[in-house]
Structures are given as C-alpha cells and as structure tokens.
C-alpha cells in the first residue's frame, strides 16, 4: 500500500507565498501522473495542477503564473510551489498520485490565506 504524507500548509497573508510537499513511500514514484488538487468548504474537489511523467504540466487557469508544480523522482517528493497567494486559495490540499487504475492520496494540508 503506497502512503502519501502532505506537509508544508498553514496560515498566510494575501500576496504571500507557501510551498507543499507530498513524500511517497516505497513505490516506482517515476511511472505516476502526479497532481494537486484543492477544496474548499462547500465545494467540490478540483485540480489545481498536474505533471506527467515526462514533466510535462497543467495548471487550472486560476492558479497560472502564481502556483508552479515540480517533482524529484529521486526523492519520492512532488512539490507545489504558491506564490502571490489570495484568499480565494483557502482551502485544503491534497495531493495524488495515478497509474492507469490505480490511483493513491495524501492525507490533505489546510492552507488558510487570510490577513
């Protein structure tokens, strides 16, 4: 059973910045789409950004030239970088790993942007 462990949420201004990151345990983490996804009370879960395994990646419109996703394959890490955050952001995030069926997540990170 592969585990995801989220760190890196918490409490920000408006226009400051924080930096997830999901460890996976034991796995072949390279061959895995990897993605972030975020909800807020009241809201269905949506992707927020995404990155193949070619390191090719998607970002939802709302995020983009604000939020960068990266991967380290040697470490097992997936890494969401947020910048210029706003308090529409608020919301908790969770991170997800997908091959084909299979398809793992983080235990979810609350990120609160509020002044």
């Known amino acids: 059973q592969v585990q995801l462990v989220e760190s890196g949420g918490g409490l920000v201004q408006p226009g400051g910045s924080l930096r997830l990151s999901c460890t996976a345990s034991?796995?072949?983490?390279?061959?895995?789409?990897l993605a972030w996804y975020r909800q807020a009370p009241g809201n269905q879960r949506e992707l927020v950004a995404a990155?193949?395994?070619?390191?090719?990646?998607t970002l939802t419109d709302s995020v983009k030239g604000r939020f960068t996703i990266a991967r380290d394959n040697a470490k097992n890490t997936m890494y969401l970088q947020m910048n210029n955050l706003k308090p529409e952001d608020t919301a908790v995030y969770y991170c997800?790993?997908?091959?084909?069926?299979?398809?793992?997540w983080g235990q979810g990170t609350q990120v609160t942007v509020s002044s």
């Open positions: 990155i193949g395994k070619d390191g090719n990646t």
């Open positions: 034991r796995t072949a983490f390279s061959i895995y789409q």
């Open positions: 997800n790993m997908k091959y084909f069926r299979l398809s793992y």
